[in-house]
């Protein structure tokens, strides 16, 4: 039977989610995975031109259906990376809605991480001290064990009851003879946690562990000095973009809370290695880990379990600090090291949020301040009168692009800046590389830029009657760019439902400012103070900010952006015993409120959606 061109069917679509790029795009029926991530903007390498040939292009399947993997993937991957979902994306055809884990190294471009903070300095008081000492080897007349050999010695030095456990025992004879009995070991209190070739200094490890994104940082623990820093996805996110979704995930997989701690532990001793090559110095150099994270990172990380933490009332298993062998964990430091994880408040403000308080000492500031750590979960608190209230709240992946109909994270392309002016739409995108999408503080940017033309009334309806607003296939639109000025010759536009999305974050912050505003009898004005943290926080422009009411009208000079400021706090705590004393007293003295329970949140919420 013949066909017209116009009685042919129509061609089948499928949604394709890249992540952990958080790029969500539309494709045909038949493109191939490689040609949707290049039409995309995502910047898959592709050495053999998209021929099979290479396997520079492998990504994993995480969910939905593909095409049967070809001859060219299974000489190329094998069946046991079949098996775990690698494909190669020139090969692979989607045949229904796909999600996309892309790997690191098939990645030509890096997405920009927030891993810079504020610096406070404090005394180099570390829990670990090295100390050098010359063994007298063994003789015939001289039989004792190493480890007597070592716990004599360490007793005459002033070490009461040495212990060294069994993971600093499996490579201390070795050591010893190695470096002729003369060696620099890593002690912590009565404890050796490192045997190194004399003179080696002994460095800190401090992670960031965001629901979105990681921070690492390698610290000389003698000097303080942060030797260097690194930022990655959080690979977890392939299971779920928010603590909730991840929840869901160990709840319903069998072994899927183990599955998300490997994937994190991974990840973490990747960006360990290279942080070691960089400065040339080993892993096992690294004598002392600190950690930070919400309470539900921690406790994934930890391997503790989280089903509760789902659960009204939200109770953690751990509230207290904990020191956890690295080995126990399988984090790829010095093998008798212990990660030092601060104390967690509440089932959804956690350690990150203590280590914030303390990097901006707001904790103990005697002037009125309020601390927003912004993220996927937003944990504000607020300083006065001596009290120290503390609540959090869902304001979802938005400011990470997810969930947005062009939205994407904050890679090479990400429209950052939006300027409407005189009915021209001006960007600026991250690298001054061509759009391909819009990231948090860009959509920010947009809200408040529509309101100011009229493009949007404070509701957040798109106005037909403005020139860059009208009637497209999604509903009402408006017009950020044209397909001529975009990286992948596609339009980008703004929906309705990205300004309801935004809303929502927006309106959820705006809310709990308000609760712990009231809970102290306190007004906009009596706010000396305000800090905004965490990586999104630093991008966004303040001012955008205020126009859309997500913060309370106050003078500029009033806030202060102080970056990754859990990092910071992390790396304190990793070179001061004190400051990690401080981290007990803060946990101790907030008074955190349940805003799900709050009779007047709900109000409060619903009042701050309006721009």
Request: charged letters at 20%; aromatic letters at 4%.
């Amino acid at each position: 039977i013949h066909m017209s061109e116009d009685s042919k069917p129509p061609s089948k679509s499928y949604n394709v989610d890249f992540e952990p790029i958080g790029r969500r795009m539309e494709i045909l029926e038949g493109e191939t995975l490689l040609s949707a991530a290049q039409t995309a903007g995502v910047q898959i390498i592709s050495l053999c031109g998209g021929v099979g040939a290479c396997e520079s292009c492998r990504i994993r399947l995480i969910s939905g259906e593909l095409t049967p993997p070809t001859l060219e993937e299974q000489e190329g991957l094998g069946s046991e990376d079949l098996a775990k979902g690698f494909r190669l994306a020139c090969q692979a055809i989607p045949l229904s809605d796909v999600k996309i884990e892309i790997p690191p190294e098939t990645l030509t471009t890096p997405q920009r991480l927030q891993i810079e903070g504020q610096e406070i300095v404090v005394a180099v008081d570390p829990v670990v001290t090295p100390l050098e000492v010359q063994f007298t080897p063994p003789t015939l007349e001289d039989l004792r064990s190493d480890v007597t050999r070592v716990s004599e010695a360490l007793i005459e030095l002033g070490i009461e009851s040495p212990k060294i456990g069994l993971p600093v025992l499996e490579k201390l004879s070795t050591e010893l003879r190695a470096h002729d009995w003369n060696v620099r070991l890593g002690v912590r209190g009565n404890e050796v946690v490192s045997v190194l070739p004399p003179k080696y200094d002994l460095l800190g490890l401090a992670v960031d562990v965001g629901t979105t994104k990681l921070a690492a940082y390698v610290i000389n623990l003698a000097t303080g000095e942060t030797l260097a820093m690194s930022g990655a996805m959080n690979p977890q996110i392939s299971y779920g973009e928010d603590v909730i979704s991840r929840i869901a995930y160990t709840n319903n997989h069998a072994g899927g809370k183990k599955l998300l701690q490997t994937k994190l532990v991974e990840e973490i001793n990747r960006m360990v290695r290279e942080l070691c090559a960089e400065i040339e110095a080993s892993e096992e150099q690294i004598a002392e880990a600190v950690v930070v994270g919400n309470t539900v990172m921690h406790h994934l990380f930890v391997g503790l379990p989280v089903r509760q933490l789902g659960e009204s009332p939200y109770v953690p298993s751990v509230a207290g600090w904990m020191e956890v062998p690295a080995s126990r964990i399988g984090l790829s430091i010095a093998p008798g090291a212990y990660i030092y994880l601060p104390p967690n408040i509440a089932g959804y403000v956690g350690a990150d949020h203590v280590a914030m308080l303390l990097a901006t000492d707001i904790w103990q500031t005697d002037r009125t301040a309020i601390a927003v750590d912004i993220g996927t979960n937003t944990e504000i608190s607020l300083a006065a009168g001596g009290r120290l209230l503390c609540c959090s709240c869902a304001s979802g992946p938005a400011f990470e692009g997810a969930h947005i109909h062009h939205g994407m994270r904050a890679a090479p392309g990400a429209i950052e800046r939006v300027q409407i002016s005189e009915g021209e739409v001006r960007v600026h995108t991250i690298d001054n590389q061509p759009a391909v999408g819009i990231c948090g503080s860009g959509i920010l940017d947009a809200m408040a830029e529509m309101i100011e033309v009229g493009a949007m009334d404070t509701r957040g309806k798109l106005q037909l009657d403005h020139p860059l607003v009208r009637k497209g296939e999604r509903g009402v639109e408006f017009l950020l760019l044209p397909k001529q000025n975009t990286g992948h010759h596609q339009e980008i536009v703004v929906v309705q439902k990205d300004v309801g999305e935004i809303q929502l974050a927006k309106g959820a912050i705006r809310a709990g400012i308000e609760v712990l505003l009231e809970e102290s009898r306190l007004t906009y004005d009596a706010i000396e103070e305000f800090i905004v943290a965490g990586a999104f926080g630093t991008y966004l422009d303040i001012g955008s900010a205020l126009r859309i009411g997500m913060f309370p009208t106050l003078p500029i000079e009033r806030f202060r952006q102080v970056g990754n400021a859990a990092g910071t706090g992390a790396r304190q705590m990793l070179i001061s015993s004190k400051r990690r004393e401080m981290t007990e007293e803060i946990a101790a003295r907030v008074e955190y409120l349940e805003l799900t329970t709050n009779p007047e949140f709900t109000t409060k919420f619903m009042k701050s959606m309006i721009f």
